[in-house]
């Protein structure tokens, strides 16, 4: 999130339906240590499932394609992310 400049808010799964169907709700995604960023297509909540349209050059993977340009020295790590391992 750092890269973002967002800070996480947490949504209940009744206000995460309600975005849906008003239509606000373009895409969800998860992160973390090891999948760095997981687009998801779909959820699911009691008998319901909603299904998210596909998007080119969505939020998701311009962020996981910044990450991983950072652990792999494509890009400039301007947050200090990266740390020298030597013997």
Do not use: M
């Amino acid at each position: 999130l750092t890269l973002t400049n967002l800070w996480p808010s947490i949504l209940t799964v009744i206000e995460l339906i309600s975005e849906f169907k008003s239509g606000n709700l373009k895409e969800v995604f998860g992160c973390g240590t090891a999948a760095v960023i997981a687009p998801i297509n779909s959820f699911g909540y009691k008998d319901e499932k909603f299904e998210l349209e596909e998007k080119d050059n969505d939020f998701a993977s311009r962020i996981k394609s910044s990450i991983i340009n950072i652990q792999q020295n494509i890009s400039d790590d301007t947050h200090n992310w990266r740390y020298k391992i030597t013997e």
